[in-house]
């Protein structure tokens, strides 16, 4: 945008249904251009218009960069009624331009795509033990399918559970499940997402990164360059602990559903208290009892509280409960709990009863 007031114009032919995306790369090639966007048929009707494009979830903005606070370059979707000539009007929306008001447009029919990112960027685990982890899926133009998340190339060991992001969610809690041995130094861990678009699987690299607040209250994912995991060694390590029964469990609107965590029957087991962590509203844990097997317990769903279909993961918290011994001469001390870890990560669907 050389000047004040000038309007760059693109002219492209478009057939009728098909889905056309228009991108603006300003800000994030570090321009001052505020973009603003107008689709347009032949006879000057605005068919689509954008002025900042903000992709976020509540206040969790999740662009690329991670880094941009002012999310000025303008993005817009639409589907051509017709055959025909359509243009595209980019314009400064604050009036400005100059020699250092450049950008970048991209215009094409929409065929899908996504990005991903890990959080956090760094873990530490003790061997053989179970850390949660967030995948988060930056969805584009228009791809809202299922994305399957594995870990690529030598795994140094680790196994990744809950592997899926289901269509329509944009982010899932999986568990990353560590060695019974623990490497010498940290492992850089590499995670892909594969999903197929337009009759074709592609893999996208999932990109480490940290959920970083800004100012009291906006938050946003900023990549990093590794996702570190430091693993400490264990005089005793972890038991290894599965899921049960198949890779889903199924839980009827309304109803109940068992699940079984197999697993070596310890002592411990038995003073071991089960939690849901972060779970979505009306799914609740119940009933949890030591079976020869290893632990088992049941998950219950509200009715109406989600509709059938609905997928996730379900990550349990463990905890065990114990009273220091009370010092002479000072009030019984109360009950006290600390953390022994999360199970492998749950994925349960919603069905009909």
């Known amino acids: 945008i050389t000047r004040p007031g000038d ?67 303008s993005y817009l979707l639409a589907e051509l009624p017709k055959d025909g000539t359509y243009y595209v009007h980019l314009a400064d929306s604050q009036h400005h331009g100059g020699e250092a008001y450049g950008y970048r447009l ?29 995948v988060h899926a930056l969805r584009k133009d228009g791809f809202d399918g299922e994305i399957e ?11 990744l559970n809950g592997g899926r992001i289901p269509a329509g969610r944009d982010r899932i809690q999986m568990t990353l499940t560590a060695p019974p041995k623990a490497p010498a130094r940290p492992v850089a861990l590499q995670l892909e997402g594969r999903a197929r678009i337009g009759g074709e699987v592609i893999s996208r690299p999932a990109v480490s990164a940290d959920d970083v607040m800004q100012a009291y209250l906006y938050r946003h994912l ?53 939690q849901l962590n972060e779970p979505p509203d009306g799914v609740s844990l119940h009933d949890v009892t030591v079976v020869p097997e290893g632990l088992a317990f049941r998950l219950k769903v509200d009715e109406d509280a989600m509709p059938s279909g609905f997928e996730d993961n379900l990550i349990v918290e463990a905890f065990r409960e114990y009273t220091p011994k009370q010092q002479e001469g000072k ?13 492998p990560a749950i994925p349960i669907e919603i069905v009909q009863q």
């Open 7 to 73: 309007i760059d114009v693109f002219r492209f032919a478009g057939r009728a249904g098909d889905e056309v995306v228009a991108e603006v790369y300003g800000r994030q090639l570090n321009s001052p251009l505020d973009s603003l966007l107008r689709l347009t048929d032949a006879s000057g009707k605005v068919l689509e218009w954008n002025d900042d494009h903000v992709l976020k979830e509540s206040h969790l903005h999740k662009d690329i960069l991670g880094l941009i606070t002012h999310h000025a370059d």
């Open 106 to 134: 991209r215009i094409a029919v929409a065929e899908g795509d996504f990005a991903l990112r890990v959080t956090p960027s760094g873990l530490r685990v003790g061997a053989g033990a179970i850390v949660p982890v967030c």
């Open 149 to 159: 998340v594995v870990l690529k190339g030598r795994s140094a060991g680790f196994k």
């Open 222 to 274: 900023v990549p990093t360059q590794k996702l570190l995991v430091s693993v400490k060694k264990a005089k005793w390590p972890a038991p290894p602990v599965a899921l049960g029964g198949g890779d889903l469990v199924r839980i009827p609107a309304g109803g109940t559903a068992r699940v079984l965590m197999k697993t070596r029957i310890t002592a411990t087991l038995k003073q071991m208290h089960l």
């Open 331 to 343: 009030p019984a001390p109360q009950k006290r709990r600390y953390s022994m870890g999360v199970l």
